[in-house]
């Protein structure tokens, strides 16, 4: 019995971390991160609330993972459709789809990305700012490569359609257009 809870102590087990995240990223897109307690989290899993202290040292550790995983999909998908495409309005407007796509599909840890920040007094607040850019830069090569203006216009366009983007659950209907319906509009 001893022997069985040391090795449950060594370390973590990377499915319950995969869990955690999954479940933290359902309860934060439902009830905000605020809303919800670790507590909460560990019974969607079916583990006591202190066992993910294994993986995690706090509710704030927990949310910045959730974010990282969030951004890391994204990214993925993101990469993908911008590596398909041949011209740079071609890239712009795959990169919109994917993104867009992935945040209105009503994914759990696209929604927590979009909507969640640590307060403004917490100083993790920066890495999750420092993950987001590094998001959103994918969007500044295609963008660049469209060569309609100066460095600072690009930068400025970014953010038009990251905001719009980011944007899109407040106001998109399921029985209206479509992600790529969405995209070609802002290209348009």
């Known amino acids: 019995m001893m022997q069985k809870k040391a090795t449950l102590n060594a370390q973590p087990r990377s499915d319950n971390r995969l869990n955690l995240l999954d479940a933290a990223a359902r309860r934060f897109c439902s009830r905000s991160y605020y ?38 999909r994204i990214t993925s998908l993101v990469s993908t459709a911008i590596a398909t495409a041949n011209t740079p309005w071609d890239r712009l407007q795959a990169a919109m789809i994917s993104n867009l796509q992935e945040i209105l599909s009503g994914n759990d840890y696209a929604q927590v990305v979009i909507r969640e920040l640590p307060r403004i007094d917490d100083p993790r607040r920066r890495r ?54 969405i995209a070609k509009g802002f290209l348009n």
């Open 128 to 181: 999750l700012i420092d993950a987001r850019n590094k998001y959103d830069l994918i969007f500044i090569k295609p963008i660049k490569d469209l060569e309609i203006g100066s460095e600072i216009k690009c930068y400025q366009i970014r953010f038009l359609i990251m905001g719009a983007m980011n944007w899109s659950p407040m106001w998109f209907k399921s029985d209206g257009q479509s992600p790529e319906e």
């Open 35 to 72: 809303g919800k307690s670790m507590r909460d989290i560990a019974s969607d899993v079916g583990i006591k609330a202190g066992s993910i202290y294994y993986c995690f040292e706090s509710k704030k550790e927990l949310l910045i993972a959730v974010q990282k995983e969030g951004i890391r």
